[in-house]
């Protein structure tokens, strides 16, 4: 059964940071992504990295935040830092993978992070 559960967010005044988790029961190690959907606005891709690491940002986050993982505790993070009130939104991880072009196969069910 696969699940991806995610946490660590929050209310954080702008320059704030905060760490999200997501926690993955998966059948196998994939690539993995953390998206963000602010209210009435389409959801975009933050953040993604590959099964052994090689992390790529949107430039919106780039030198802000920072992906990582820990494939013994089947965890993805995102670290966030000096957050502005822009990066408010739902943020959500999934997993990636590559077929011609990217899909993003499993999703959790987000956590909400406000920054005001």
């Known amino acids: 059964h696969v699940q991806l559960v995610e946490s660590g967010g929050g209310l954080v005044q702008p320059g704030g940071s905060l760490r999200l988790s997501c926690v993955a029961s998966?059948?196998?190690?994939?690539?993995m992504a953390w998206f963000r959907q602010a209210p009435g606005k389409e959801r975009e891709g933050v953040a993604g990295?590959?099964?052994?690491?090689?992390?790529a940002y949107a430039d919106s986050v780039k030198g802000r935040f920072t992906i990582s993982r820990d494939n013994g505790k089947n965890t993805l993070y995102l670290q966030m830092n000096s957050l502005k009130t822009e990066d408010t939104g739902m943020y959500y991880c999934?997993?990636?993978?590559?077929?011609?072009?990217?899909?993003?196969?499993?999703w959790g069910q987000g956590t909400q992070v406000t920054v005001s």
């Open positions: 999934a997993t990636a993978s590559l077929s011609g072009s990217w899909h993003f196969g499993y």
């Open positions: 998966l059948d196998r190690r994939h690539c």
């Open positions: 990295i590959g099964t052994v690491g090689r992390p």
